[in-house]
């Protein structure tokens, strides 16, 4: 059964670093790309990270201020989010895509809401 748990969300003030994670199971977690999203209400599901092999991307909005990293032995990709803003403020989702058949996993999601 394939299982992608985030965790790590919650409430913080503008400045402020959450990582979160992305606990998986179920597939051979190094054969899969991770990717973030996240949804802002009203707003369509933006691609925040991605980490593929030892390479990884950030959206030009989160550049300088996250970092995507994956644990292959605890098959676990976090995010880390430094100097949150107000805009940060959207439910996280993490999605695996396996490298060769483009299958697609999607976890529930962890609620990040960035205020004063």
């Known amino acids: 059964q394939v299982q992608l748990v985030e965790s790590g969300g919650g409430l913080v003030q503008p400045g402020g670093s959450l990582r979160l994670s992305c606990a998986t199971s179920g597939f051979i977690f190094s054969l899969y790309t991770m990717r973030w999203y996240r949804q802002a209400p009203g707003k369509e599901r933006e691609l925040v990270a991605i980490i593929t092999g030892g390479s990884t991307n950030l959206a030009n909005s989160v550049k300088g201020r996250f970092t995507i990293s994956r644990d292959n032995a605890k098959n676990v990709v976090y995010l880390q989010m430094n100097s949150l803003k107000p805009e940060d403020t959207a439910m996280y989702y993490c999605?695996?895509?396996?490298?060769?058949?483009?299958?697609?996993?999607w976890g529930q999601g962890t609620q990040v809401t960035v205020s004063s």
């Open positions: 999605q695996a895509e396996n490298t060769f058949s483009a299958r697609i996993f």
